[in-house]
Nanobody, 119 residues
Framework: QVQLVESGGGLVQPGESLRLSCRAS????????MGWYRQAPGDQRELVAT????????NYGDSVKGRFTISRDNAKNTVYLQMNSLKPEDTAVYYC????????????WGQGTQVTVSS
C-alpha cells in the first residue's frame, strides 16, 4: 500500500501562484508515476500533470501547459506542483496520485486539497 498526503492548497487571487506538495509513504518502490488530477464541482476528474519517478519525464493537461510545472524529489518521496498565473477556472480539489508500473490509471489517491482562485 502507498499513502499520499497533500498540502499547500488555499485561496489565491487570479494571476497569483501556489505550490502543492505530496509526500508518499509505504510501498513506494512500486510507484512508477506520480501526478495530480483535479475535480471541480459538477465536472469530471481531469488530468493536470504526471511525472515518471525515474527519469523525470512529464506530461501535462492542455489547460495547464505553460503555467504549471510538476517536479519530484525522490530523496524526500515528494512530488510538487508549481501553479503560476492561476485562473478562476483552476478552482478545484486537487488530488495527488501514484501509479504502479504497467497500469494506465492511478491506483493510489490522496485525500485532496482545495485550491480556490477568486478575487
Amino acid at each position: 500500500q502507498v499513502q499520499l498526503v497533500e498540502s499547500g492548497g488555499g485561496l489565491v487571487q487570479p494571476g497569483e501562484s501556489l505550490r502543492l506538495s505530496c509526500r508518499a509513504s509505504g510501498s513506494i518502490f512500486s510507484i512508477y508515476t506520480m501526478g495530480w488530477y483535479r475535480q471541480a464541482p459538477g465536472d469530471q476528474r481531469e488530468l493536470v500533470a504526471t511525472i515518471i519517478t525515474i527519469g523525470g519525464s512529464t506530461n501535462y493537461g492542455d489547460s495547464v501547459k505553460g503555467r504549471f510545472t510538476i517536479s519530484r524529489d525522490n530523496a524526500k518521496n515528494t512530488v510538487y506542483l508549481q501553479m503560476n498565473s492561476l485562473k478562476p477556472e483552476d478552482t478545484a480539489v486537487y488530488y495527488c496520485t501514484a501509479t504502479a508500473r504497467g497500469r494506465l490509471t492511478p491506483n493510489y489517491w490522496g485525500q485532496g486539497t482545495q485550491v480556490t482562485v477568486s478575487s
